[in-house]
C-alpha cells in the first residue's frame, strides 16, 4: 500500500508510490479513476516541454552526497505534476 502523509489542513492521505517497472498505463488509470494520490516514474521521454515556475531550479542531495537537480515541468497533455530530474 501506499505511504501517509498529512494534506494542507491536517488530514491523514495516503499517496501510491510505484517504481517505472509497475508504473503501467492501466495502473495509471486505475488509481486516476479512483481518486488516489501517486507518485511515480515513467520510463516515457516527454519531448515537448515548457520550464515552469520562472526556471526556478531546486537542488538535493541524496546519501550518497550527489547533486540532483529537479524543476517543474508543463507537457500540456494534463493536468499532472511533472519533474525534470
Do not use: M
Given at each position: 500500500m501506499g505511504n501517509r502523509y498529512?494534506?494542507?489542513i491536517g488530514l491523514a492521505k495516503t499517496?501510491?508510490?510505484m517504481d517505472a517497472d509497475?508504473?503501467?498505463e492501466s495502473n495509471f488509470a486505475l488509481l486516476k479513476e479512483?481518486?488516489?494520490d501517486y507518485l511515480f516514474v515513467t520510463r516515457s521521454t516527454i519531448k515537448n516541454y515548457l520550464l515552469q515556475g520562472?526556471?526556478?531550479e531546486v537542488a538535493v542531495?541524496?546519501?550518497l552526497k550527489r547533486k540532483i537537480s529537479l524543476q517543474k515541468v508543463s507537457c500540456g497533455?494534463?493536468?499532472d505534476y511533472y519533474?525534470?530530474?
Open positions: 498529512r494534506d494542507s499517496v501510491e508510490v509497475i508504473a503501467t479512483k481518486g488516489y520562472e526556471r526556478k542531495i541524496n546519501r497533455k494534463d493536468d519533474l525534470k530530474i
